[in-house]
């Protein structure tokens, strides 16, 4: 079964540092791209950032450049994102999302995604 | 920035169409997707590339792209089709973004 699974999400203080996982099986993850999405209590969603099957190619929403990295290690078939300065309005349902292996970019597995609270 | 614009809500009878539009500049030109998502769940993807069903969407789903508008077309609505559906598409041109609608409630009556 093809699944994601995210881990890593909870409670921090304005200006800390959290690292999301995301564990995938049941596909070759190392041949596919993939993106963070966010959803914050009661909105839409919000693309986060997208890496390349290799790593080499890496994009993030303005709204988190420069404070968000993404990573991934095809070896141990997970992906990261590295979130530093965080803000209250980083609150959010965070989703893992395999890309479709053709480039229009869809996203066509989610994980169940995990909660970051940002509050003192 | 690319802008894709949804209505907040749209309302159907068990047994009707819905449509769900999305509009965006010449979004005709570039490949559509929909996801529905259930209150504390995660995304699911019905449409891909316009007018595409994965493999288990049912084919009352189904899409189309023209112009300016993108539509999500679900057929003989059913009650557990309620929720929220999103568009998304992917914008080469403002430094490689994939941009989502703000997102449609659909209420079965």
């Known amino acids: 079964e093809v699944q994601l699974v995210e881990s890593g999400g909870g409670l921090v203080q304005p200006g800390g540092s959290l690292r999301l996982s995301c564990a995938a099986s049941g596909f070759t993850f190392s041949s596919y791209e993939m993106n963070w999405v966010r959803q914050a209590p009661g909105k839409g969603l919000e693309w986060v950032s997208y890496i390349s099957s290799s790593g080499s190619t890496i994009y993030y929403a303005d709204s988190v450049k420069g404070r968000f990295t993404i990573s991934r290690d095809n070896a141990k078939n997970s992906l990261y994102l590295q979130m530093n300065s965080l803000r209250a309005e980083d609150t959010a349902v965070y989703y893992c999302?395999?890309?479709?292996?053709?480039?229009?970019?869809?996203?066509?597995?989610w994980g169940q995604g995990t909660t970051v609270t940002v509050s003192s | 920035s690319y802008v894709l614009t949804q209505p907040p809500s749209v309302s159907v009878a068990p047994g009707q169409t819905a449509r769900i539009t999305c509009g965006g500049n010449?979004?005709?030109?570039?490949?559509v997707h929909w996801y529905q998502q259930k209150p504390g769940q995660a995304p699911v993807l019905v449409v891909y590339?316009?007018?595409d069903r994965p493999s288990g969407i049912p084919e009352r789903f189904s899409g189309s792209n023209s112009g300016n508008t993108a539509t999500l077309t679900i057929s003989r609505v059913e009650a557990g089709d309620e929720a929220d559906y999103y568009c998304q598409v992917w914008d080469s041109s403002s430094d490689h973004s994939w941009v989502f609608g703000g997102g449609t409630k659909l209420t079965v009556l």
């Open positions: 590339d316009d007018s």
């Open positions: 010449n979004i005709g030109s570039k490949s």
């Open positions: 999302a395999r890309t479709l292996p053709w480039r229009t970019y869809g996203m066509d597995v």
